[in-house]
């Protein structure tokens, strides 16, 4: 949540930490959706592929995955 929350706030960087250590403790298709989402808005193109692919080989239907998904294509 805090990561999703400074991206909200539009702290890119800060986002990417709380998510990075969020996913430390407790990874999710979720959380490497959310990551791929905040690299992709830095531009970083490449990781949010990656981390993308991480969140949805974890769950295939998750809903805020499948939307990155449409929405980076």
Do not use: Y
């Not at 250590?21 to 959310?34: H, K, T």
Request: no cysteine; proline share 3%.
């Amino acid at each position: 949540t805090l990561g999703w929350v400074e991206r909200q706030r539009g702290d890119l960087p800060a986002a990417e930490r709380a998510l990075v250590a969020a996913i430390g403790v407790q990874p999710s298709a979720e959380r490497w959706a959310r990551l791929s989402a905040v690299r992709a808005a830095m531009g970083r193109r490449a990781e949010a592929a990656e981390d993308l692919r991480r969140a949805l080989t974890l769950d295939a239907g998750n809903a805020f995955a499948r939307a990155e998904q449409r929405r980076q294509a």
